[in-house]
């Protein structure tokens, strides 16, 4: 099942009457969807949450950090 992304800051449409959109990207919820890539590339909301989504990739084991030899009591 796919996340859905429903917490981000909003702010009312002026122009109209029930529609609210995106605090920092203005797109409007109904265009979002509840759906992260639905947010603009630059969105501070997208960017922020991306940021957490690519850490937890990352903490898949991949080995990168282990670059120093763990053969250092051998004297
Ligand atoms: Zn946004």
Known sequence: MRPFYIDYPQ??????????????????????????????KDCVYRTHQGRWTQLEASLRPQKTHFDEPLIDEVD
């Open 11 to 40: 702010e009312k449409i002026a122009e109209h009457q029930h529609a609210y959109r995106c605090l920092h990207c203005k797109i409007p919820t109904t265009i979002i969807f509840g759906l992260l890539e639905n947010h603009a």
